[in-house]
């Protein structure tokens, strides 16, 4: 049985890659005139909601790997961003907190994000935006 070949458009994991590729170019655009990187943002967001992680944890939540988080971190630090703090539970380990700069930077960059996706919101509509979220929380788990 011969099967026809599909156009690349119709792979999941290429509309995938396509669609991140183009929100990740936008998103980058909004949060370079702030002089933020995404992975930058990612971090500063999760931190926000006031969990201590450890380098490993947050690595595997903002999607970097360790060593290129490590170096991303010491940037941030550097720009007085954030900061880190011996791990209250284990003292081997090491939490990252934002400092308070870097609350104020993210709440300034926190609209362009807001921005970027009402902008899709407005094209796909909620009730699909909500299920595309769930569907890829899906592809993930």
């Known amino acids: 049985m011969q099967t026809t ?9 290429y509309a995938l890659a396509a669609a991140h590729r183009k929100m990740s170019a936008s998103l980058s655009v909004r949060l ?32 970097m790997n360790p060593p290129t ?9 550097s720009d007085g961003l954030v900061h880190r703090q011996v791990a ?3 003292h081997r380990k090491i939490n990252l907190l934002p400092t308070a700069l870097g609350k104020k930077r993210m709440m ?6 807001q921005d970027q ?3 899709y919101q407005s094209r796909l ?9 769930a569907l890829l929380r899906g592809v993930v788990q």
């Open 5 to 13: 070949p599909n156009s690349i458009q119709d792979y999941l994991s």
């Open 32 to 63: 370079k005139r702030h002089g933020i990187q995404i992975e930058a943002w990612r971090i500063l967001e999760t931190l926000e909601v006031g969990q201590r992680l450890t380098m490993g944890q947050l690595a595997e939540v903002v999607l």
């Open 69 to 77: 988080l490590t170096k991303l971190v010491d940037r941030m630090v």
């Open 88 to 90: 209250q539970s284990d």
């Open 108 to 113: 300034q960059i926190r609209q362009e994000v």
């Open 117 to 119: 996706d009402a902008e």
């Open 125 to 133: 509509g909620q009730e699909d935006v909500d299920k595309l979220i």
